[in-house]
C-alpha cells in the first residue's frame, strides 16, 4: 500500500514538474526566440508577396497567383504600376486580380525597384503545364501572336510583349480570356493592354486557346 501511494505521490510531482516547465521555464525561451527575430530586415517580397505567389515566386493556383520567378524586370515592374493605379484590377467580380491591385496600392517606386530587384535573383521554375491541346494546330495559330512575342514566345521589350515561355499555363489561359472579355487591356492609359486585347480576338474558341498553349508549352 505505502509503495503504491508514494508513486502516485512521485507521479503527481511529475507531472506538476513538467507543468512548470512548460508554463514558466520554456515560454520565456520562446519568446525570446521570436524577439530575436527582426521582421524589419525581412525583404519586402516576403511581407508582401509570399503569401499569395510564394515565398520565391513559384505561384499558387489555388489563389490564382501565377509564378513571377523568370518574368523580366521591366514587364513586372510595368505590372505593377498597372495594378497600383488601378490600370489593371479594377472589376470588383474578378477576385483574384482585385486582391493583387489592392496588395500592391500603397507600394512606393523605391519600394518596387526592390522588390524587382530581389525577384531577378530568382532561380526560374519551369510553368505548370495543364493545358491539353493540339501543338501543330496552335504553332499554326500562334504564327498570329509571334510577331510581338517572338518566334521563341522569348518576348519583344520594344513592343512591351512579355516572354510566355516558363509560364503557367492555367495563367495565360486565364489571361487571354480576360483580354478577350474586356476585363484586362480596356483602360484608356492601358496601350499595351490593349494592343494584347485585340490579338486576343484573333483566338476564337476554347480549342484555339488550348492549342496555341499547348504549342508555347513546346517552347519551354
Ligand atoms: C492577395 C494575393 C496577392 C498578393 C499579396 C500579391 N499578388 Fe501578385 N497577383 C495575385 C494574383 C491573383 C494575380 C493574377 C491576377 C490576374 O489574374 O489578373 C497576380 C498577378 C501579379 C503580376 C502579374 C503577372 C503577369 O504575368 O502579368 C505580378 C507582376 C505580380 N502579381 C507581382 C506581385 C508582387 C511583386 C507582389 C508583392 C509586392 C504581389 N504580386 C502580391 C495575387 C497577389
Ligand atoms: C500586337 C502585339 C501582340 C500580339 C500580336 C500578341 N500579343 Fe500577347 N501581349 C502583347 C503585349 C503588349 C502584352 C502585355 C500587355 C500588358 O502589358 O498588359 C501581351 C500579353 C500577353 C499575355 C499575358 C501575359 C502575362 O504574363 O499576363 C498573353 C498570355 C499573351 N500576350 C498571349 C498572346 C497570344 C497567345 C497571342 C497570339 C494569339 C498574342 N499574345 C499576340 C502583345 C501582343
Not at 493592354?193 to 483566338?203: D, E, K, P, T, Y
Request: aromatic share 6%; proline share 3%.
Amino acid at each position: 500500500m505505502m509503495r503504491i501511494t508514494s508513486l502516485s505521490r512521485l507521479l503527481r510531482g511529475l507531472l506538476l514538474l513538467m507543468a512548470l516547465a512548460t508554463s514558466s521555464l520554456f515560454a520565456p525561451a520562446f519568446a525570446q526566440q521570436y524577439a530575436a527575430i527582426d521582421t524589419s530586415v525581412q525583404p519586402l517580397s516576403n511581407k508582401i508577396c509570399a503569401t499569395c505567389h510564394g515565398a520565391y515566386g513559384q505561384g499558387n493556383a489555388v489563389v490564382g497567383a501565377p509564378s513571377l520567378a523568370g518574368l523580366e524586370s521591366w514587364y513586372l515592374k510595368e505590372q505593377l504600376i498597372k495594378f497600383r493605379d488601378s490600370i489593371r484590377g479594377v472589376e470588383k467580380d474578378y477576385i483574384p486580380a482585385h486582391e493583387m491591385r489592392a496588395a500592391v496600392a500603397e507600394l512606393s517606386e523605391a519600394e518596387m525597384d526592390e522588390v524587382v530587384a530581389y525577384i531577378e535573383t530568382w532561380d526560374v521554375t519551369p510553368g505548370a503545364t495543364t493545358v491539353i491541346g493540339d501543338t501543330v494546330r496552335g504553332a499554326g495559330l500562334y504564327a498570329n501572336c509571334s510577331a510581338c512575342h517572338g518566334l521563341s514566345a522569348t518576348g519583344n521589350r520594344a513592343l512591351s510583349a512579355p516572354a510566355l515561355v516558363n509560364r503557367d499555363d492555367w495563367y495565360l489561359r486565364r489571361q487571354l480570356k480576360l483580354f478577350q472579355s474586356g476585363y484586362r487591356g480596356q483602360h484608356p492609359e492601358d496601350i499595351a493592354g490593349a494592343q494584347m486585347r485585340s490579338a486576343a480576338q484573333l483566338l476564337k474558341s476554347d480549342e484555339d486557346i488550348n492549342d496555341v498553349l499547348a504549342h508555347i508549352g513546346t517552347l519551354n
